[in-house]
Nanobody, 120 residues
Framework: QVQLVESGGGLVQAGGSLRLSCAAS????????MGWYRQAPGKQRDLVAT???????KYSDSVKGRYTISRDNTQNTVYLQMNSLKPEDTAVYYC??????????????WGQGTQVTVSS
């Protein structure tokens, strides 16, 4: 089993910055692509950014140029640096990892989510 724990959410004014972290833990696992998704109230969960195990990032158009995804493979951790935040960025942010758990096939694992609120 692979567990993902996010941290770093909070309340920030428009134009401000936040940095999210997501650490993976478990036994005997391997991690492929990791990513961040977000879900605003009443809306579907949308892709924000992903990063491959080799460090290749991909961003949604809505955050391109403002957000930066990175990862530390030695710590099994993915980060999301969010700059120039806007009120429309307000959402619960979820971490996802495509991982191979011990004795299990490759599968998607999700974190519990962390709230990001941007005030105008």
């Amino acid at each position: 089993q692979v567990q993902l724990v996010e941290s770093g959410g909070g309340l920030v004014q428009a134009g401000g910055s936040l940095r999210l972290s997501c650490a993976a833990s478990g036994s005997g696992f391997s991690i492929g692509t990791m990513g961040w998704y977000r879900q605003a109230p009443g809306k579907q969960r949308d892709l924000v950014a992903t990063i491959t195990s080799g460090g290749l990032p991909k961003y949604s158009d809505s955050v391109k140029g403002r957000y930066t995804i990175s990862r530390d493979n030695t710590q099994n951790t993915v980060y999301l640096q969010m700059n120039s935040l806007k009120p429309e960025d307000t959402a619960v942010y979820y971490c996802k990892a495509f991982a191979l758990g011990s004795g299990k096939p490759w599968a998607d694992y999700w974190g519990q989510g962390t709230q990001v609120t941007v005030s105008s």
